[in-house]
């Protein structure tokens, strides 16, 4: 596998730079909730960008967007993970249930008082995240041609071991042959949802946030003695399921959009 630049050029810059931003958001927005991480936020920009520009289908061939979009979001959502840690004292992914573990030695919960009694450490983690990213350039850029070669190992050689890896890691956490025969299944149910082209990254949200979903949503309606309005009431639910609602309207708007665009232009008699 063999390297070309290592840095935009201005072309490229306008091409992606509308995509970077706009995933940049979203990574962060899934970075904030708990237990979603790095991984499902790159995965769903990705899809997110693929359903909106790519119109020529050159995703996955070679488009810079392709790649752009995912690893913004990839960096935004780190950063979006310590939000519930800061302020609730719950971890936004693996990293930082890390940390909520290394700050419980030191007898330091977090939490909404930790920005009180803590100042100097949390302002000193949030100086970190920018220095971070000034390290990663740093190391990144010479390191390119390294990373890249990951690309080359076959398949045959990769799959196995990625297959061993994830199998002891699910059987350590009950150590029952179940759980392993679930995961087969699973996978099996993945590589056909794939096959038909339904994307992975909303069902995993979905495995993952479900059950947390659920109980807050008991928790809410027992505070509020069975009252559903408290779903809808205030100012933030509002804002939340305006924000939803964009979030499903506007892909299948666009694409009605283009849809209809290609048919007036496929209409039009051509002109001799």
Not at 115 to 131: D, E, N
Not at 215 to 229: C, E, F, T, V
Request: glycine residues 12%; aromatic residues 6%.
């Amino acid at each position: 596998t063999q390297t070309g630049r290592m840095l935009f050029n201005l072309k490229e810059l306008a091409h992606t730079w509308w995509g970077t931003l706009r995933s940049s958001v979203v990574g962060f927005v899934v970075g904030v909730l708990p237990g979603a991480g790095a991984t499902i936020a790159s995965a769903m920009t990705y899809s997110m960008e693929k359903r909106l520009t790519d119109k020529e289908g050159t995703f996955g061939k070679g488009d810079i967007r392709g790649v752009a979009a995912p690893e913004a979001a990839n960096n935004s959502s780190a950063t979006g993970s310590f939000v519930p840690m800061l302020t609730l004292g719950v971890p936004g992914s693996g990293t930082t249930a890390v940390m909520v573990g290394a700050l419980a030695l030191y007898n330091i919960t977090p939490g909404p008082a930790l920005f009180a009694q803590q100042p100097t450490l949390v302002w000193g983690l949030i100086a970190s995240l920018f220095l971070a990213n000034v390290i990663l350039l740093v190391l990144n850029i010479p390191l390119v041609g390294v990373f890249t070669k990951v690309l080359s190992v076959p398949n045959w050689l990769l799959v196995p071991g990625i297959v061993a890896v994830s199998s002891v890691g699910v059987y350590a956490v009950h150590a029952t042959t179940f759980d392993l025969i679930l995961m087969t299944g699973l996978g099996f149910a993945a590589y056909l949802l794939r096959k038909q082209g339904i994307p992975m990254a909303p069902l995993i949200l979905g495995f993952v946030l479900g059950d947390m979903m659920e109980q807050n949503l008991r928790r809410a309606l027992s505070i509020s003695n069975g009252d559903g309005a408290i779903l809808v009431g205030s100012p933030i639910s509002i804002g939340l399921w305006t924000a939803a609602a964009l979030m499903l309207a506007v892909p299948a708007l666009m694409r009605l959009r283009s849809g209809r665009k290609a048919s007036t232009q496929a209409a039009q008699p051509a002109h001799p």
